[in-house]
């Protein structure tokens, strides 16, 4: 790790740990506005996940747009694979004359699905995110 600050790999540590769960499920928020109302505003506790493959398991929320309204707000358990990015949005455009947007934010500890919406809460880890690589990578 020559040329890289030594606190870059203390962070790197540190966030191994923290994220490190032992246990074989996730507690997750489950629930879905097409038939829970109150999934968003006040969604249910945390139940738990079943266990699914080698994968890490974690929590999901997703907002669903069409056509630039709100269909639907999820929140529920999930096994993406680690790398894929913690939040996002992507169109789908696959329906003629309707667009469907869905944005999503996952998380992987017990819970953290619970206060999540995808509307920038999200923003000081992105911008943390930023900083580590860009010390990482010798830009600062």
């Given at each position: 790790?020559?040329?890289l600050p030594w606190w870059s790999g203390v962070l790197l540590i540190l966030g191994s740990f923290?994220?490190?769960k032992t246990e074989s499920s996730t507690l997750c928020v489950q629930c879905n506005s097409k038939y829970d109302q109150h999934c968003e505003e006040n969604p249910p506790g945390a139940s738990n996940c079943l266990e699914r493959t080698s994968k890490r398991n974690g929590c999901l929320v997703t907002r669903?747009?069409?056509n630039g309204?709100?269909?639907a707000f999820i929140r529920s358990c999930s096994t993406l694979d680690p790398s894929?990015?913690?939040e996002g949005c992507v169109n789908d455009t696959s329906t003629p004359g309707q667009l469907q947007?869905?944005?999503y934010i996952?998380?992987?500890e017990d819970g953290c699905n619970n206060s999540y919406?995808?509307?920038g809460q999200i923003f000081p880890v992105f911008i943390l995110s930023s900083l580590l690589f860009l010390a990482i990578n010798g830009w600062f």
């Open positions: 790790m020559s040329g923290l994220s490190h669903i747009s069409t309204k709100q269909s894929v990015p913690w947007t869905k944005c996952l998380c992987f919406v995808t509307s």
